[in-house]
């Protein structure tokens, strides 16, 4: 007993920087969130206690929508091209030599640590309808580009193709999932005259359900918080303001609008927590069908 106490306080010392961390920095903030999401306060003068007024005011707001179907859409855009871009990419990895495969890791994931704003910046050139990259590209195959940053049908698109650029640690989740899939799976459906549709379906795809899985919670948690490329390229500058439309508006911009340009704080608290609800409801639903598809090598789906 003496020695398990002694482990246990060994392992509480180690974990105390992190669990203090948490609570000044997460729990403390997220407390006081909720309570100014029921005042009506902008920082110069002390909470108004307003009740529900903030939350009524949620449903009565249309941009609050206009962000949230935004943001929505953005998300069923790009979560399921990044996962497939990413396998793709990976499934290329898998196949390459030892040597090949690092130096290509190491491009893919270059990009992850790129600045957001920078990515905001390349994005307007890239995609500028009339000198960008992008559509010089599709010209010379007789494409006449859309203008992506003016056209509000493109603009998501856009942005969408801009994420996929820094898929890299996506992609290295997958290349270690591939490679964990037992070469004999593989042999034995060749054997039995498996395609390779039928190997990909039959045996890649429910090898590997654990790390898509994961990814899927985490590429959804982060789509619903975009923030950082459309807020520069759309909303970032007065250069850039020009640009702006109802298209580019996701939440979280306009939660970062109430609380940091109207001074609004206590509303944009109660639109924080209602982005906390819509996260928490969509991944209790994401765990609770991946029971159905999500295949633990030694346990059950």
């Not at 890299?168 to 039995?192: H, K, M, N």
């Not at 303001?241 to 206590?266: C, K, P, R, V």
């Not at 109660?270 to 765990?287: E, G, P, S």
């Amino acid at each position: 007993m003496k020695r398990r106490t002694k482990e246990a306080w060994a392992a509480y010392a180690f974990l105390s920087p992190w669990m203090i961390g948490f609570v000044i920095f997460m729990a403390i903030p997220m407390i006081a969130s909720l309570v100014l999401s029921f005042t009506d306060y902008d920082a110069l003068r002390p909470p108004d206690a307003v009740g529900w007024a903030n939350y009524r005011r949620l449903l009565e707001d249309p941009a609050v929508r206009k962000s949230l179907v935004n943001t929505m859409v953005y998300t069923v855009m790009s979560v399921p091209a990044t996962m497939a871009f990413s396998l793709a990419l990976a499934s290329l990895l898998a196949r390459a030599g030892r040597r090949s495969a690092g130096f290509f890791r190491t491009v893919f994931y270059l990009p992850e640590i790129t600045p957001k704003v920078a990515v905001g910046v390349l994005f307007l050139i890239l995609f500028n309808g009339q000198v960008g990259l992008v559509n010089a590209v599709l010209g010379l195959v007789g494409i006449d580009g859309p203008q992506w940053s003016t056209d509000g049908p493109w603009v998501k698109p856009g942005l969408v193709l801009m994420h996929l650029w820094s898929a890299g640690s996506t992609v290295i989740i997958y290349l270690a999932a591939l490679r964990g899939v037992p070469r004999e799976l593989y042999e034995a459906a060749e054997l039995d005259g498996a395609s390779a549709w039928q190997r990909f379906r039959r045996i890649t795809v429910p090898m590997i359900s654990g790390a898509l899985f994961f990814t899927l919670i985490v590429q959804t948690i982060a789509a619903l918080q975009s923030f950082d490329e459309a807020y520069t390229a759309f909303y970032g500058s007065a250069a850039s303001a020009t640009y702006s439309n109802d298209a580019a508006l996701f939440y979280l911009i306009y939660l970062f609008q109430q609380a940091f340009e109207f001074l609004h704080l206590g509303y944009a608290s109660a639109m924080a927590w209602l982005l906390f609800v819509v996260i928490l409801a969509i991944t209790l639903v994401q765990v609770r069908l991946s029971r159905r598809f999500v295949y633990y090598e030694g346990g059950d789906r």
